[in-house]
């Protein structure tokens, strides 16, 4: 290859092309002198890597570290980085004043029941999808695909008045029914089902046991890991949800934490002080989540389509 | 993925003689349960049909009345289509919305694979803790992911323009420019979007075989090359979802926009999603809002379509 084409090429990515393959030599010259060629590999890779994770993690390290600054400092020129007063002032306010403990155990049962009841209805929905064939098994799967082309965005006041004709209006009933059904739960579930063995259906069959007992006595216990990574996801989803509870919820003793954190954005002159405590409040428990069940979010089967 | 691989799969399942079908008369055996799956299913369709079918037939019929949420349903046949066609806001918002998704998109897209690749690299260290970071912005709310970058972004009272100011420059208005106030959003849709492509496309780097690099590795190919001629190639399915996901979410953006500058300045970067709900919610015109839902829907589909398409197209030219 002729190095004038090949230069523009190279000069951007060399790093990062190359610390993909796991190859050095460029050219098959260079090949002897392959350790030597690592370390600035190894250097030039890890520090973009690197480079890249300072601007992902600052805006939220910035965040937090302003949150547990006092009201007097956080708008004082020259800003700094840490805190030199720090307070948690903010988030008593927040807790306290600012009704952030009702909120927050609203979210929590919202998002605690409509993860219990999206888990328990994907399962069977999925493992019937798996484990059983009929006309309109094939037409309820296309079915559970066409909601994904249309979400409650898209069609916001029909749902709003279907929500408001069944009496569900201004009630957290209003808010978790409606998110049962997710076509990516379904779909995780059918997917893993059918990777168990039908003989293992069978063999219950012949033993005696009833359909719908072998699905809740053998089938969902060895469903475990998909039920704890749905439950993540499903808890994820329904505790950031917006425009949904938006929508449903009028009345402020039943807002949820995202409309009341908007409620303070939204107003005339925005209380960062406030602010700034009760978004942080709202985002640590999907992150102590996160902690403890990384393992299970990273190795999801990505393949199911988790997004919602 | 599984709203573009599911229809296929769920074909061939339906498909009288599966594979084990013919043996033993396996497949007789099966059409017996009817009940079993019916209870199992029985959630999700009342569910469907409560929130999906419901919605949308209302939907479609009040996009061609006046309703108002009170009162009779005048029917006025294609008026709010007509008039929505000549309506100046529903055009800003559509072309804003389009300008943000293509900006959004690949720039998410770039960034997601940079960020995959760096961890699946045998080069990198630190990659656990790298790793989280990146997947925090996934964890935050739309809505805190807008009030975190409208703090940064501040226009007298940001990170940003302090750091700016502070270098000598003079304060951008991050706020009160519509353009520059979009880029803002931009950013904020890129950095929380990111985590989620990324593990897509780590999944799919894991699963080029190794062998393929080896092999191109003795014939001198040089690391960009095998990036573009072997990395690429193995992962198009991936990148055709995390594109057609990205573009579809983009186009519903709402609440990340709306905690940022609430659609300013002024209306300025309304989006479709932020119009419907003005204009059905604010100013209870459903029916007017219904007819611009089945266009943003319209939009939604000719999007996946196409991208299918173009990905069929691909797929049979190689």
Redesign the interface.
């Known amino acids: 290859?002729s190095s004038r084409s090949?230069a523009p090429?190279?000069q951007p990515?060399?790093g990062?092309?190359?610390?993909?393959?796991?190859?050095t030599?460029?050219?098959?010259s260079r090949r002897r002198s392959r350790r030597r060629a690592?370390l600035p590999?190894?250097l030039s890779?890890?520090a973009?890597?690197?480079l890249?994770?300072v601007v992902?993690?600052f805006?939220?390290l910035?965040?937090v570290l302003?949150s547990f600054k006092p009201a007097g400092e956080?708008?004082s020129?020259?800003?700094t980085l840490l805190p030199e007063d720090p307070t948690t002032a903010g988030y008593v306010q927040a807790w306290t004043q600012f009704d952030f403990y009702r909120y927050f155990g609203n979210t929590l049962l919202v998002a605690v029941i409509t993860t219990v009841?999206t888990v328990?209805?994907?399962a069977?929905?999925g493992?019937?999808?798996a484990k059983?064939?009929?006309?309109w098994?094939?037409a309820?799967?296309?079915?559970?695909?066409?909601?994904?082309?249309?979400?409650t965005?898209?069609?916001?006041?029909?749902?709003?008045?279907?929500v408001r004709d069944?009496g569900l209006y201004n009630s957290l009933a209003g808010v978790i029914?409606?998110s049962?059904?997710t076509?990516?739960g379904?779909?995780?579930f059918?997917?893993f089902f059918t990777t168990v063995p039908?003989d293992l259906l069978e063999a219950a069959r012949i033993d005696g046991s009833?359909?719908?007992s072998t699905?809740v006595r053998i089938m969902l216990p060895i469903a475990r890991p998909i039920i704890i990574t749905l439950a993540i996801f499903s808890f994820?989803w329904r505790?950031?949800d917006?425009?949904w509870p938006l929508?449903v919820l009028n009345d402020p003793d039943q807002y949820t934490l995202?409309i009341a954190?908007?409620g303070i954005?939204?107003a005339e002159n925005v209380n960062?002080s406030v602010?700034?405590g009760a978004?942080v409040i709202?985002?640590a428990p999907?992150?102590v989540l996160?902690?403890v069940f990384?393992k299970h979010?990273?190795s999801?089967d990505?393949?199911?389509?988790?997004?919602d | 993925?599984?709203?573009t691989?599911?229809?296929p799969a769920?074909?061939t399942?339906?498909a009288p003689t599966?594979p084990?079908g013919p043996r033993r008369g396996r497949?007789r055996g099966?059409?017996v349960?009817?009940?079993?799956?019916l209870?199992?299913?029985a959630?999700?369709?009342v569910?469907?049909v409560?929130?999906?079918v419901?919605?949308?037939v209302?939907?479609l019929w009040?996009s061609f009345t006046s309703y108002t949420?009170v009162g009779e349903a005048r029917f006025v046949g294609l008026a709010n289509y007509s008039a929505l066609l000549a309506d100046d806001a529903f055009y800003a918002a559509l072309t804003r919305t389009l300008l943000f998704t293509a900006l959004v998109v690949p720039l998410t897209y770039v960034?997601a694979l940079?960020?995959a690749?760096?961890?699946?690299?045998?080069?990198?260290?630190?990659?656990g803790?790298?790793?989280?970071?990146?997947?925090?912005?996934w964890?935050?709310?739309?809505?805190?992911s807008?009030?975190?970058?409208?703090?940064?972004f501040g226009e007298?009272?940001g990170?940003v323009n302090?750091v700016i100011t502070?270098l000598g420059g003079s304060a951008v208005p991050w706020q009160s420019d519509g353009d520059l106030s979009l880029m803002v959003v931009v950013f904020a849709a890129t950095?929380g979007g990111?985590a989620?492509s990324m593990?897509?496309f780590i999944?799919a780097?894991k699963s080029v075989p190794?062998s393929y690099?080896?092999a191109?590795?003795l014939d001198?190919a040089?690391?960009?090359h095998?990036?573009r001629y072997?990395?690429l190639p193995g992962i198009a399915p991936t990148s055709f979802?995390v594109i057609l996901?990205g573009t579809i979410?983009a186009m519903?953006e709402?609440?990340l926009i709306?905690?940022l500058n609430?659609g300013g300045p002024g209306s300025e970067n309304n989006l479709l999603?932020q119009y419907?709900?003005r204009t059905?919610?604010e100013r209870a015109q459903?029916g007017y809002?219904?007819a611009a839902?089945f266009v943003?829907?319209v939009i939604?589909?000719a999007v996946?379509f196409a991208q299918l398409l173009l990905n069929r197209r691909r797929e049979g030219q190689r």
């Open positions: 290859m090949a090429l190279e990515a060399a990062l092309p190359a610390a993909l393959d796991g190859s030599g460029r050219r098959s690592e590999q190894r890779a890890t973009v890597l690197w890249l994770a992902y993690g805006p939220v910035w965040f302003s956080l708008f020129y020259p800003l009841l328990m209805a994907s069977a929905a493992y019937a999808l059983y064939r009929s006309w098994l094939s309820f799967a296309v079915c559970v695909i066409a909601t994904t082309m249309l979400p965005e898209v069609i916001l006041s029909p749902s709003f008045l279907v069944l029914v409606p049962i059904l076509a990516t379904v779909f995780m059918r997917q039908d009833g359909e719908l699905f994820q505790w950031n917006y425009i929508i995202q954190l908007q954005v939204g960062w602010l700034l978004s709202s985002m999907l992150v996160y902690l990384q979010v990273m999801a990505m393949n199911a389509g988790l997004k | 993925m599984a709203r691989d599911a229809p769920g074909a399942a339906a599966g084990r497949s099966k059409a349960y009817v009940g079993a799956p209870v199992l299913i959630t999700n369709s569910m469907f409560l929130f999906f419901w919605p949308a209302i939907g009040y949420g960034l940079l960020a690749v760096l961890l699946s690299s045998p080069y990198t260290r630190g990659t803790v790298a790793r989280v970071i990146f997947f925090v912005p964890l935050i709310s739309p809505i805190v807008g009030v975190i970058w409208r703090w940064l007298n009272f990170l302090f502070s950095w990111t989620f593990l897509l999944a780097l190794v690099y080896e191109a590795s001198g040089g690391s960009w095998k990036f072997i990395t979802i996901l979410g519903k709402y609440a709306q905690a609430n999603v419907i709900y059905g919610f459903i809002a219904s839902s943003l829907m939604l589909m996946a």
